[in-house]
């Protein structure tokens, strides 16, 4: 049998079964998603972290590249109770290293009682504990990689419909989900997915009528780029961003974000609009939030578990953002009309009228 043993900050070494080898290291962090691991090991959001799996069985629906989010694997290793060859091999193909037959009970509960933490891990035949300490030792906390963005963004800009007669969406790749694009696309809209450093100049050539900033990996403060754009544009341009981007956008405008304790990883996180009273189910996946809005956002939406603040809107400015994921993928989809309200945010496209004949 394969050996695997997964190292946690403080030294606790857990074994289990080795599936993909290798050695790695990251953030842990669990998700209770019990469905859409295609979707959740191909967010970019997953880069540089350790992704455990509640729910016990994963792969039983095969691997389908066309429920993807991103070209390749995220997450540094994978962790659950059992995984199919299925998943095994796609993670092996992607020199991803993974274990099985853990207690996923017991590093779901040390990471509820510690925090999202360090941890190292080796897999393969003859690794031994020291190689998952060691690895361990090399982890560096999240908000030490100071340049995440550049691990998961786009290095050209890349137009998506292109055709579309909708609005100029110019979204800033900090490591978005396809299904962000997508959602745009269906709608119309043509989106310039761009670096995530991009220049103030390279987006006024574009003339947007949309900025809206992605999800992504990492502290949103390391994000400087994105969050001097967002103070540039945002008195002329609307703005929107899910997740990161709702993060960026507060410490853009005056706000602050902190980290939490273990973060909201799932598929049916409640929250509640505080205007209409109603509660959505949301996808979420981060380990930040927004801690104060600002004097420019107001606080539209909240988590019903431990009141965080979901959705925010600009006061004076168009802003539109979320701290969830309303392109789904895995998940809900409830909340797919935030993107019709981002695009109607725009401003009305001039058209000439052509003259009648008469
Ligand atoms: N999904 C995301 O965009 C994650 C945002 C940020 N990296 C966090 O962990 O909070």
Redesign the pocket.
């Known amino acids: 049998m394969t050996a695997a043993y997964v190292a946690l900050e403080g030294g606790h070494v857990l074994e289990g079964r080795g599936r993909s080898p290798g050695t790695a290291r990251g953030e842990l962090v669990f998700t209770t998603a019990y469905t859409g691991y295609e979707e959740s090991l191909t967010d970019p959001?997953y880069e540089e972290q350790v992704l455990t799996f509640s729910y016990p069985l994963i792969g039983n629906y095969g691997v389908r590249e066309e429920r993807f989010e991103d070209d390749r694997v995220h997450p540094r290793a994978v962790l659950a109770k059992e995984l199919t060859t299925d998943v095994v091999d796609w993670l092996e193909s992607e020199g991803v290293p993974s274990v099985d037959h853990l207690d996923t009970r017991e590093v779901v509960t040390d990471i509820r009682d510690g925090g999202a933490m360090k941890c190292g891990i080796a897999v393969g035949e003859d690794v031994t504990e020291e190689d998952a300490l060691e690895q361990l030792g090399q982890c560096k906390g999240m908000s030490e990689h100071t340049d995440i963005g550049a691990q998961v963004s786009v290095d050209e800009p890349v137009v998506h419909g292109a055709d579309n007669a909708g609005p100029d969406v110019a979204l800033v790749d900090c490591g978005a989900k396809g299904s962000i694009v997508d959602s745009l696309v269906a709608r119309d809209a043509t989106v310039h997915v761009l670096p995530y450093d991009v220049s103030e100049a390279d987006v006024a050539a574009i003339d947007p009528d949309v900025l809206f900033i992605s999800?992504?990996?990492?502290d949103?403060a390391n994000y400087e780029e994105a969050i001097s754009l967002v103070r540039a544009f945002v008195e002329d341009t609307p703005v929107a961003g899910?997740?990161?981007g709702q993060?960026i956008v507060a410490e853009a405008l005056g706000g602050t974000t902190e980290k939490m304790a273990f973060?909201h990883r799932g598929v049916n996180q409640p929250v509640l609009d505080l205007e209409s009273g109603q509660v959505v189910m949301t996808t979420q996946?981060?380990?930040?939030?927004v801690a104060e809005p600002g004097d420019h956002l107001e606080i539209t939406q909240i988590n019903v578990n431990d009141d965080t603040p979901e959705g925010l809107d600009g006061l004076e400015y168009d802003v539109l953002t979320r701290q969830y994921h309303p392109e789904a993928n895995p998940g809900p989809e409830d909340t797919l009309d935030f993107f019709d309200d981002v695009l109607a945010m725009a401003p009305a496209k001039t058209t000439t009228a052509v003259p009648a004949d008469d």
């Open positions: 959001s999800n992504g990996p990492g949103p899910i997740c990161l993060q973060g996946n981060h380990g930040y939030t």
